[in-house]
C-alpha cells in the first residue's frame, strides 16, 4: 500500500511510542479490521476525536480469547470504545438459515473467524478482565440495535438490553458524532461514564426509578415480554412500536425499561448531522487504504480486507431513509430524516478518487440508504420531524411526500464532467416508487443513459399486495408501471439493458399461497433470480417482531392486533425459497412438496416440469 504509519491511527505501542504518547485517551475496539476509510466507524469516530484534541488507539479484531490482546495500548485515560464492527457480529458469522459462513469481508484476507459471536458482550468481558473499573462505552449496529430487550433469532428467546447484559457503562445508539464528542469532553472533565446523563443518543441504566428523567414514557417490563404467551408477545408489539414511534430527534420522547431490579433509560435520539458538520466529518485526513499490516498474506495467501473493495471508488451522499422498510433496521438507527453532504463537499472527495493510481475511470456508487433520496421527505419534517403514525412510502405514499430529483441529477452531472471520470454508477438501492412518484422524467433518462450499465438491481421484493403492505413497500402494480417504463425509455434510447429484481422469500405475511404467486408471476415474465434473500430476523426491525409476535404493532381493530402469518422452521423457508426458484433442476422435489402440500397438484405439470427440465433461468428482457 505503500502508505507510512504516521498517517493512521495508533495500532500499537511502538506507534504510541513514535507519536511521544504513554497512554491515549481512548482504545477502540472494532470486529472489523482497520480500515482509515470513513465507511467504516472506527476509523471515522476515530478520526473525528482526533481533531477534536483527543488521542485514540485502534484494537482492531483482537484475539477475542485473550484478555491481553486488549492491554497492548496500557489502560486508556478515558475509556473504551467497543462495537461489534460494521456488520453485526451474528449477521457477519452466520446466515439466515443459521449456517456458518465461510468468510468476513471486514477480516484480514476475508477469512471467517476472527469475529466473536456476540462480539460486544464478548470484547466487553475481556476489557473487564484486564482492567477493574475502566470506563466502557458500547456503540454500533449492533448495540444500537439491541438497546432495549430485544428478539433473539439465534437462541429464540427474548434478550435484555445489550448494555446490562455486557456489563457496560454506557451504550451510543445511531449515528454517533454528536454523542461521541460530548461524552468525551465530559469524561476529560472528570466524569465516570457511569455518570452521564442527559446526552442525546445515548442508552443507561440505574436501579433508582427517581432518577428516571420527568415525562419519559414507560415501555412494558422485560419479565412481560420475554414470556412466551399470547399476553407476552403482545406486550412486545407494543412496546416495539413505541420504541419506533420515538426514533425521531425532534417528537421523540426519552423511555425508560425495567429489567428486574434495574431502568435502562433512552435519551432522545442524536440530532441529525446538518450539511455542514457531514462535510467536515468526510473531510478528515483518511488515507482510505486499509492499514499496512494487512500487506501480508492472510491464513488463506490473501492480502487486504475486501470490503474495501466495495467502497474504495464509491462516495457516500446521505445517511437516513424515509423509505422505512420492515424487514430494515437502518430506519430503526439512522431514522428516517435524511442528511445529505455539499455537492462541494463530493466533488472535492470524487477529485481525490480519481488520484488514487488503482483508479480506472469509474466511480462506483453515488448514494446511501436510498441512493435518491436527498432530502427530507417533505417540509414539514425539518421543524415537527418524521411523523411517528404515519408512513411516507409504502402501499399508501403520504401526499405531502415531496418528489424532486432536481439537486440530484445536478449532483451527478457535475461528477460526470470530472476530469479522469468515465462513469458514474449508481448502486445503492433506488426506490423506482418514488421514482415514478415524479412528472419530470430527467433523472429517469439520465438513470438509464448514464448510471448502469447494461443492468439494474431494483427490490419489488413480491409480488402480492398483502405481503408488501407488510413490508412497507409499494404495490405490485407501481413496480410493473416502473418496468413498463424502463424498457420504453430504453428503447427510446436505443439501449440493451435490463432489470434485475430482488425478492425475498420468508417474510412474515408469507405463505406457500404467496411464494407461489411469485413462482408463477416469474414464470409469466420470463425471469427467475439467481439468488433469493432468505428473510433474516435480526434485531431492531419491524419485520423481527411481527416473525417473532405473528401480530402487526401497526394494525388495530378493536384492541387487538393484527395476526400476521409467520414461516418458521426450515422446512417451510426452504420450499418457499424453492418455489421462487422452480427453474432449478435441483429444486424440483421441493417444488412439488410446496404445490401438493398448499393444495396445488394442478400447477405440478406447471412448475415442477419446468423445474425438471430446465436448470437454467433465462433473464427476462425488458
Given at each position: 500500500?505503500?502508505?507510512?504509519?504516521?498517517?493512521?491511527?495508533?495500532?500499537?505501542?511502538?506507534?504510541?511510542?513514535?507519536?511521544?504518547?504513554?497512554?491515549?485517551?481512548?482504545?477502540?475496539?472494532?470486529?472489523?479490521?482497520?480500515?482509515?476509510?470513513?465507511?467504516?466507524?472506527?476509523?471515522?469516530?476515530?478520526?473525528?476525536?482526533?481533531?477534536?484534541?483527543?488521542?485514540?488507539?485502534?484494537?482492531?479484531?483482537?484475539?477475542?480469547?485473550?484478555?491481553?490482546?486488549?492491554?497492548?495500548?496500557?489502560?486508556?485515560?478515558?475509556?473504551?470504545?467497543?462495537?461489534?464492527?460494521?456488520?453485526?457480529?451474528?449477521?457477519?458469522?452466520?446466515?439466515?438459515?443459521?449456517?456458518?459462513?465461510?468468510?468476513?469481508?471486514?477480516?484480514?484476507?476475508?477469512?471467517?473467524?476472527?469475529?466473536?459471536?456476540?462480539?460486544?458482550?464478548?470484547?466487553?468481558?475481556?476489557?473487564?478482565?484486564?482492567?477493574?473499573?475502566?470506563?466502557?462505552?458500547?456503540?454500533?449496529?449492533?448495540?444500537?440495535?439491541?438497546?432495549?430487550?430485544?428478539?433473539?433469532?439465534?437462541?429464540?428467546?427474548?434478550?435484555?438490553?445489550?448494555?446490562?447484559?455486557?456489563?457496560?457503562?454506557?451504550?451510543?445508539?445511531?449515528?454517533?458524532?454528536?454523542?461521541?464528542?460530548?461524552?468525551?469532553?465530559?469524561?476529560?472533565?472528570?466524569?465516570?461514564?457511569?455518570?452521564?446523563?442527559?446526552?442525546?443518543?445515548?442508552?443507561?441504566?440505574?436501579?433508582?426509578?427517581?432518577?428516571?428523567?420527568?415525562?419519559?414514557?414507560?415501555?412494558?417490563?422485560?419479565?412481560?415480554?420475554?414470556?412466551?404467551?399470547?399476553?407476552?408477545?403482545?406486550?412486545?408489539?407494543?412496546?416495539?412500536?413505541?420504541?419506533?414511534?420515538?426514533?425521531?430527534?425532534?417528537?421523540?420522547?426519552?423511555?425508560?425499561?425495567?429489567?428486574?431490579?434495574?431502568?435502562?433509560?433512552?435519551?432522545?435520539?442524536?440530532?441529525?448531522?446538518?450539511?455542514?458538520?457531514?462535510?467536515?466529518?468526510?473531510?478528515?485526513?483518511?488515507?482510505?487504504?486499509?492499514?499496512?499490516?494487512?500487506?501480508?498474506?492472510?491464513?488463506?495467501?490473501?492480502?487486504?480486507?475486501?470490503?474495501?473493495?466495495?467502497?474504495?471508488?464509491?462516495?457516500?451522499?446521505?445517511?437516513?431513509?424515509?423509505?422505512?422498510?420492515?424487514?430494515?433496521?437502518?430506519?430503526?438507527?439512522?431514522?428516517?430524516?435524511?442528511?445529505?453532504?455539499?455537492?462541494?463537499?463530493?466533488?472535492?472527495?470524487?477529485?481525490?478518487?480519481?488520484?488514487?493510481?488503482?483508479?480506472?475511470?469509474?466511480?462506483?456508487?453515488?448514494?446511501?440508504?436510498?441512493?435518491?433520496?436527498?432530502?427530507?421527505?417533505?417540509?414539514?419534517?425539518?421543524?415537527?420531524?418524521?411523523?411517528?403514525?404515519?408512513?411516507?412510502?409504502?402501499?399508501?405514499?403520504?401526499?405531502?411526500?415531496?418528489?424532486?430529483?432536481?439537486?440530484?441529477?445536478?449532483?451527478?452531472?457535475?461528477?460526470?464532467?470530472?476530469?479522469?471520470?468515465?462513469?458514474?454508477?449508481?448502486?445503492?438501492?433506488?426506490?423506482?416508487?418514488?421514482?415514478?412518484?415524479?412528472?419530470?422524467?430527467?433523472?429517469?433518462?439520465?438513470?438509464?443513459?448514464?448510471?448502469?450499465?447494461?443492468?439494474?438491481?431494483?427490490?419489488?421484493?413480491?409480488?402480492?399486495?398483502?405481503?408488501?403492505?407488510?413490508?412497507?413497500?409499494?404495490?405490485?402494480?407501481?413496480?410493473?408501471?416502473?418496468?413498463?417504463?424502463?424498457?420504453?425509455?430504453?428503447?427510446?434510447?436505443?439501449?440493451?439493458?435490463?432489470?434485475?429484481?430482488?425478492?425475498?422469500?420468508?417474510?412474515?405475511?408469507?405463505?406457500?399461497?404467496?411464494?407461489?404467486?411469485?413462482?408463477?408471476?416469474?414464470?409469466?415474465?420470463?425471469?427467475?433470480?439467481?439468488?433469493?434473500?432468505?428473510?433474516?430476523?435480526?434485531?431492531?426491525?419491524?419485520?423481527?417482531?411481527?416473525?417473532?409476535?405473528?401480530?402487526?404493532?401497526?394494525?388495530?381493530?378493536?384492541?387487538?392486533?393484527?395476526?400476521?402469518?409467520?414461516?418458521?422452521?426450515?422446512?417451510?423457508?426452504?420450499?418457499?425459497?424453492?418455489?421462487?426458484?422452480?427453474?432449478?433442476?435441483?429444486?424440483?422435489?421441493?417444488?412439488?412438496?410446496?404445490?401438493?402440500?398448499?393444495?396445488?397438484k394442478d400447477l405440478i405439470g406447471v412448475l415442477c416440469a419446468h423445474s425438471a427440465h430446465n436448470a437454467h433461468g433465462q433473464k427476462r428482457k425488458r
Amino acid at each position: 500500500m505503500g502508505e507510512s504509519k504516521e498517517k493512521f491511527l495508533c495500532v500499537s505501542r511502538a506507534d504510541m511510542e513514535e507519536r511521544g504518547l504513554s497512554e491515549v485517551d481512548f482504545v477502540f475496539v472494532s470486529g472489523d479490521a482497520y480500515v482509515d476509510h470513513p465507511t467504516f466507524a472506527a476509523a471515522l469516530l476515530g478520526r473525528l476525536l482526533e481533531a477534536n484534541g483527543f488521542t485514540v488507539g485502534i484494537l482492531p479484531q483482537p484475539d477475542f480469547k485473550s484478555k491481553e490482546a486488549f492491554m497492548i495500548f496500557g489502560r486508556p485515560k478515558l475509556g473504551f470504545l467497543v462495537s461489534g464492527g460494521a456488520m453485526d457480529s451474528m449477521v457477519s458469522n452466520y446466515t439466515a438459515n443459521n449456517k456458518p459462513r465461510s468468510e468476513d469481508v471486514y477480516a484480514h484476507g476475508g477469512v471467517a473467524g476472527h469475529r466473536p459471536d456476540r462480539a460486544v458482550i464478548t470484547y466487553c468481558a475481556k476489557i473487564r478482565e484486564a482492567y477493574k473499573g475502566v470506563n466502557v462505552l458500547i456503540g454500533g449496529i449492533e448495540a444500537s440495535l439491541r438497546r432495549f430487550s430485544h428478539y433473539d433469532y439465534w437462541s429464540n428467546t427474548v434478550k435484555h438490553s445489550i448494555l446490562l447484559d455486557s456489563k457496560a457503562d454506557l451504550l451510543m445508539y445511531g449515528m454517533g458524532e454528536h454523542s461521541i464528542i460530548e461524552i468525551a469532553k465530559q469524561l476529560r472533565e472528570g466524569k465516570s461514564a457511569r455518570e452521564i446523563r442527559g446526552v442525546r443518543g445515548t442508552c443507561w441504566y440505574t436501579s433508582k426509578k427517581e432518577e428516571i428523567p420527568e415525562g419519559a414514557l414507560f415501555l412494558p417490563t422485560f419479565e412481560q415480554i420475554k414470556q412466551n404467551t399470547d399476553e407476552g408477545k403482545e406486550l412486545y408489539a407494543r412496546s416495539y412500536l413505541k420504541q419506533e414511534q420515538n426514533t425521531d430527534a425532534i417528537n421523540g420522547h426519552v423511555l425508560a425499561e425495567q429489567a428486574e431490579s434495574r431502568f435502562v433509560v433512552q435519551e432522545k435520539a442524536a440530532l441529525p448531522l446538518t450539511t455542514e458538520e457531514f462535510d467536515a466529518v468526510y473531510s478528515l485526513p483518511f488515507t482510505r487504504k486499509w492499514h499496512p499490516m494487512y500487506d501480508i498474506p492472510a491464513e488463506n495467501g490473501k492480502v487486504g480486507i475486501p470490503a474495501l473493495s466495495e467502497v474504495k471508488f464509491s462516495l457516500t451522499s446521505s445517511r437516513g431513509c424515509f423509505g422505512a422498510c420492515s424487514f430494515c433496521a437502518i430506519t430503526f438507527h439512522q431514522g428516517r430524516r435524511i442528511q445529505s453532504r455539499s455537492h462541494e463537499s463530493l466533488l472535492a472527495e470524487a477529485k481525490k478518487i480519481t488520484e488514487d493510481a488503482d483508479f480506472k475511470g469509474y466511480i462506483h456508487d453515488v448514494g446511501g440508504p436510498t441512493a435518491n433520496f436527498r432530502a427530507d421527505a417533505c417540509p414539514y419534517q425539518k421543524e415537527r420531524g418524521a411523523c411517528p403514525n404515519r408512513d411516507c412510502m409504502g402501499t399508501d405514499p403520504c401526499k405531502n411526500v415531496k418528489v424532486d430529483h432536481t439537486e440530484y441529477v445536478a449532483l451527478l452531472r457535475k461528477l460526470r464532467a470530472l476530469p479522469k471520470v468515465k462513469k458514474v454508477f449508481i448502486r445503492s438501492g433506488i426506490r423506482f416508487d418514488y421514482l415514478m412518484m415524479d412528472k419530470d422524467e430527467t433523472f429517469f433518462r439520465e438513470l438509464c443513459k448514464y448510471h448502469i450499465s447494461g443492468q439494474l438491481k431494483v427490490a419489488p421484493e413480491h409480488v402480492c399486495d398483502n405481503v408488501l403492505r407488510l413490508m412497507r413497500k409499494s404495490t405490485h402494480a407501481v413496480y410493473e408501471a416502473f418496468a413498463e417504463k424502463y424498457a420504453k425509455i430504453n428503447k427510446e434510447l436505443g439501449l440493451k439493458q435490463y432489470l434485475v429484481p430482488y425478492y425475498i422469500a420468508g417474510h412474515p405475511g408469507a405463505g406457500l399461497k404467496e411464494a407461489i404467486e411469485v413462482a408463477l408471476y416469474l414464470k409469466k415474465t420470463g425471469f427467475v433470480p439467481d439468488q433469493v434473500q432468505d428473510f433474516y430476523p435480526t434485531p431492531g426491525s419491524l419485520a423481527t417482531c411481527m416473525y417473532y409476535t405473528g401480530l402487526n404493532p401497526h394494525s388495530e381493530k378493536d384492541g387487538k392486533l393484527e395476526k400476521v402469518y409467520v414461516a418458521k422452521g426450515a422446512h417451510e423457508r426452504r420450499l418457499q425459497r424453492a418455489l421462487l426458484q422452480f427453474n432449478r433442476a435441483e429444486n424440483a422435489k421441493d417444488v412439488k412438496e410446496a404445490l401438493i402440500e398448499a393444495g396445488r397438484k394442478d400447477l405440478i405439470g406447471v412448475l415442477c416440469a419446468h423445474s425438471a427440465h430446465n436448470a437454467h433461468g433465462q433473464k427476462r428482457k425488458r
